[in-house]
């Protein structure tokens, strides 16, 4: 019996299995799946392999269920309003963030220390994420990301209050890092009732994004989009 | 009897439901969802509402779809390779050229006529795919994504040989287009062992895309997949 319970208690496998229960509100079945889920390509891989194929199907299914939960749970909202909250969940800080208050971060295996960009920790929650589906199913999988991730940590009605314009986002981050932030006119093309306007934005004097619109306005909020993205605003 | 099936035949509810029949594999259940996947905003919607919603929705489970097929299908490539060969299925061209295969496009509600763009199409095949998913489930959905859209018309393997480079393929296409194409190096900065190149690429002097890498070779294929990507090589 003690042998039974050292084996338990010694073998990582199983350790891995203890931590994790609790985080993910169930009992693993197949370990191995979630070992190369947390284990960094840094790290020697040789037992379970890196985790970037998981992360590339974890993205994926991340997204479709949060895209399936916003379907249905804003009726009255356009696709444009649901694609704009989605992105808010599904960027790489949210996820970052997410790993860290999951206690994820503590289970993820690297070799780089502290000096680890915390981005590391949110793909791990995304390969997470596709071991789950795995190993349990897509009604599991799907349980954890809404009942885990997105309810506790955000209101969609706050979400989308906070997404009304990209523009706005922008330069009030701008603002507050005091960098200047300028947009400029680079071309218009097209009839008067065809118009297409190409806008660069620049931030701090250099071109962070470049869009296109059939208005001013339009290009502007679209390269504010990009410029959000990319930088992580 | 008559009576029964003159009401049957002269129902455009019915009527779709015979056309899809065959398209699908299957019988429709809730006629209304594929009215609406096949509705687009230029025509009276105010029955069954537009597809803008659902093809937001089978956009995300298309993708995913692919994801797990590619994932379960090719174990020995990397993410990289398996989300290179995911863009090329899930870009706009495919999806219009599949709607058209399909034979969704004459079923496809539009108030533009001749000048209806091909996009339309795609976009409906994404909206159609999103109501047999809430219709008749996942399985159903997965089914008719693998057994009807990619199994019959592409080979992973040959859209793997495909791309194996992106500038080699933008470069090709170009020369086809007898169109002048060039990169420019917009900056190097970083010290030697951490490098970084902004490169654009001028497609007929024109600016179509800028990208960054450690290397000029990363940073031109980079260009490159945001060229062939925004337009649709």
Known sequence: MMNWLQKLF?????????????????QPKNASLYHQALCHS????????DNERLEFLGD????????????????????????????????RKTLNDLAKKLE?????????????????????????IAAIYLDKGA????AFIIDKMISP???????????????KHFLHWAQKKNKDCR??????TGESHKKNFKIALYLAGENVATAQGSSKKKAEEAASKIACESLDV
């Open 104 to 128: 994820i971060d503590v289970l993820v295996k690297t070799n780089l220390g502290i000096k680890t960009p915390p981005s590391i920790f949110g793909n791990a929650l995304e390969a997470l």
């Open 139 to 142: 009604a599991t999988c799907k």
């Open 60 to 91: 994926s299914i991340l997204s479709t269920v949060i895209t399936e939960h916003l379907y249905h749970n804003l009726p009255e909202k356009n696709e444009g309003t649901l694609t704009d909250i989605r992105s808010k969940l599904v960027r």
């Open 42 to 49: 840094s790290v020697d891989v040789s037992k379970y392999g």
């Open 10 to 26: 010694s073998n990582p496998s199983d350790q891995l299995t203890l931590d994790l229960t609790p985080i993910l509100g169930f």
């Open 153 to 167: 940590n955000f209101s969609l009605h706050e979400l989308e209050k906070e997404i009304s314009s990209y523009k």
């Open 183 to 188: 947009f400029e006119v680079l071309g218009e």
